[in-house]
Nanobody, 124 residues
Framework: QVQLEESGGGLVQAGGSLTLSCAAS????????MGWFRQAPGKVREFVAG????????NYADSVKGRFTISRDNGKNTVYLRMNSLKPEDTAVYHC?????????????????WGQGTQVTVSS
């Protein structure tokens, strides 16, 4: 079992920045690839970013490329999502996720464990 807990969400004006954190426990963090997803009201949960066990070759959704950065600190069992140049359309609940197969791509069905999420609201 893996437990994930997100933090760092909040209300920010368009153009602003936030950094989300996701703390993992229950399994050795260095064996886990990680992903960030988001879900806006009435919409399907969508992939935002993924990072492999090694921390290199990260993946991003086209909508956030160049604005968001995923990173990890294996010493702190934590994955981060730095979000810059935020837009109102980035408003959503952001969830971190992981799985037992080292997958860090965009298919949400391949993730086994999810956090409860943290709300990000971007005002115009």
């Amino acid at each position: 079992q893996v437990q994930l807990e997100e933090s760092g969400g909040g209300l920010v004006q368009a153009g602003g920045s936030l950094t989300l954190s996701c703390a993992a426990s229950g399994r050795t963090f260095t064996t886990l690839a990680m992903g960030w997803f988001r879900q806006a009201p009435g919409k399907v949960r969508e992939f935002v970013a993924g990072i492999p066990i090694s921390g290199g070759s990260t993946n991003y959704a086209d909508s956030v490329k160049g604005r968001f950065t995923i990173s990890r600190d294996n010493g702190k069992n934590t994955v981060y999502l730095r979000m810059n140049s935020l837009k109102p359309e980035d408003t959503a609940v952001y969830h971190c996720a992981t799985n037992r197969r080292g997958y860090y791509g965009s298919s949400r069905h391949l993730y086994d464990y999810w956090g409860q999420g943290t709300q990000v609201t971007v005002s115009s």
